[in-house]
């Protein structure tokens, strides 16, 4: 409050001009719980192929160094 009334004071001296602020926009309305949810699973689903390709490709490297243990130690399938 201190600071209001030496910015009167020194209005009123002409120490400084007086400042004419704008109106402040209207707030925009927040998403819902609902929209983060939907843009999340949304964000989930578009990835899943990645996902399974990724786990698709790790798989079969296991499958691969799986047989060449077997080949090493002259086992058959």
Aim: proline share 3%; glycine share 2%; with cysteine.
């Amino acid at each position: 409050m201190n600071d209001c009334s030496l910015y009167l004071k020194s209005m009123t001296a002409k120490l400084i001009s007086k400042t004419v602020f704008e109106e402040l926009p209207k707030q925009s309305q927040l998403p819902t719980y609902q929209w983060f949810l939907r843009v999340y699973h949304q964000e989930v689903l578009s990835r899943a192929e990645e996902v399974k390709a990724a786990l698709t490709t790790i798989f079969g490297r296991i499958l691969k160094m799986d047989s060449t243990k077997k080949v090493y130690m002259g086992r058959k399938y």
